[in-house]
């Protein structure tokens, strides 16, 4: 029976195809599967039959979903929801991604699975809801709350500002937002952990909830792009020179949080797991960036 990768191309989707091993994996996304398409979920459930399903598929755009309401919804709520029930109605697992910004970002220290939620844009929001219907649907289900999430493929902070560094000599980033910078493959890493976990010892009923799982170790972005341009030195790569600003200074149609930091405590009293320092991970990424054709 075959375990169901739902993410197409995406960051952590690739990550798990890459570290599967002897796991079974089965990849889906566009356009044979869709959250546009809710209609056709169902059916390609019901043809791959799978005995636990990975949930990296999401709407990620998060100034573009201001202006898409209901294509986030419809990614991030209505299509996990269908997922869960799905779970729930043969009784097989679901370890779905969730986001730090389902926080106000008003809290001073890293923020625990029941601190209070406050999304400030409709990303947030749509994704707190899919974390609810998740949870409410009765399924053997594990949320995974992430965060600031990169790799050396795809469209993301790292690469986006090593372009940036090969096209002008100076850059603005903003200094005032802190968060834990989240490798892909690491996050890919436990995810298979925890699945292997359920595969040897049957699903427990302490496994069930919402973890948070991101980079240890936290950084503002300001902070995030000197490292990644330090690193990227190493291969010759232009250090541009960069001026930290207010989130003020810098207006988005989506308010991000101040403070997005997660603890990841229960991950490791549960489950003995725990995403490596950011500036490893980082390092390894941009290394694989910069090596790259």
Request: hydrophobic share 45%; net charge negative.
């Amino acid at each position: 029976m075959s375990i169901l990768v739902l993410g197409g191309s995406g960051q952590v989707a690739r990550g798990l195809m890459a570290q599967a091993g002897d796991l079974p994996l089965v990849l889906r996304g566009r356009p044979a599967f869709d959250f546009e398409a809710l209609e056709q979920i169902p059916a390609l459930l019901a043809e791959i039959k799978p005995r636990l399903i990975l949930n990296a598929a999401a709407y990620t755009a998060v100034d573009k979903a201001e202006s898409e309401p209901e294509a986030a919804d419809r990614a991030n709520h209505l299509g996990p929801k269908l997922l869960a029930e799905y779970a729930a109605a043969h009784g097989i697992p679901l370890l779905h991604i969730s986001t730090d910004y389902v926080f106000d970002g008003s809290k001073r220290g890293p923020y625990v699975e029941d601190d209070a939620t406050g999304p400030t844009g409709v990303y947030g929001a749509t994704k707190l809801a899919g974390e609810r219907a998740v949870l409410e649907s009765g399924a053997q289900a594990i949320i995974l709350r992430t965060a600031w999430v990169y790799a050396a493929e795809g469209k993301n902070f790292v690469r986006t500002m090593l372009g940036a560094a090969q096209r002008v000599p100076r850059l603005r980033v903003v200094a005032d937002q802190i968060g834990n910078p989240t490798c892909a493959d690491d996050l890919a890493a436990v995810m298979l952990a925890i699945t292997r976990r359920i595969l040897t010892e049957g699903w427990q009923p302490d496994f069930g909830g919402i973890y948070h799982a991101s980079g240890t170790g936290s950084a503002s972005w300001y902070q995030f792009a000197v490292e990644i341009f330090r690193l990227a030195a190493a291969h010759g790569r232009p250090m541009p020179e960069v001026e930290p600003i207010t989130t003020a200074d810098y207006p988005t149609p989506a308010k991000r949080p101040a403070n997005s930091q997660l603890d990841c405590e229960k991950l490791e009293l549960v489950f003995g797991l725990a995403l490596p320092r950011w500036q490893h991970s980082l390092a390894r990424v941009v290394d694989a960036v910069c090596a790259a054709p």
